[in-house]
């Protein structure tokens, strides 16, 4: 059986949360990559910045809904959801703008559990972690070369 251990890229491109968002784009750029591991002092991971979080800056900010009820406004949509959203909108530094606690993998997960959560959840880019510390990273490319080597 195939696993993340046979296909991962060991060689991990990390960021840490105080990197500047323009920085992280950069690299992002420069490397063709869709996402990087976002590490703190302790080497351990704490996030994960993909393009889509930085892409989600264009945005415009959004306005909830709003009902009146007795002269009151009651918003139709959760406070908490449009502080985060504001937040990565206006992200200066990665820490603002990452998903915090990324779903990972580790080592011996196979490709199978791989592509399922790849394709069900819609991520292109899965950290690969064990005994707490990042070994590696699985993108869908790294699934994709399977194909090719059979």
């Given at each position: ?8 890229t060991q060689e991990?491109?990390s960021?840490?949360?105080e990197?500047e ?15 990087v ?10 996030g994960i910045?993909?393009?889509?979080d930085l892409?989600?800056?264009q945005?415009?900010?959004p ?18 959801k449009?502080d985060?959203e ?5 992200a200066?530094k ?6 915090p606690?990324?779903v990972?993998?580790n080592s ?7 592509a ?7 991520y292109?880019t899965l950290?690969?972690?064990d ?6 990273i699985v993108g869908?490319v790294d699934v994709?070369?399977?194909l090719?080597?059979?």
């Amino acid at each position: 059986m195939i696993t993340a251990n046979d296909i991962m890229t060991q060689e991990v491109i990390s960021i840490s949360p105080e990197t500047e968002i323009a920085q992280a784009a950069k690299l992002l750029l420069t490397n063709r990559i869709n996402g990087v591991p976002v590490i703190n002092d302790a080497s351990e991971l704490v996030g994960i910045l993909c393009q889509s979080d930085l892409i989600i800056q264009q945005k415009n900010i959004p306005i909830p809904s709003l009902f009146t009820l007795l002269d009151g406004f009651i918003p139709l949509t959760s406070s908490k959801k449009l502080d985060k959203e504001v937040e990565k909108i206006a992200a200066t530094k990665v820490a603002d703008a990452m998903t915090p606690d990324p779903v990972t993998v580790n080592s011996d997960t196979g490709i199978e559990e791989i592509a399922a959560l790849m394709v069900e959840k819609n991520y292109h880019t899965l950290p690969v972690v064990d005994a707490n510390k990042l070994v590696g990273i699985v993108g869908k490319v790294d699934v994709l070369r399977t194909l090719i080597s059979e």
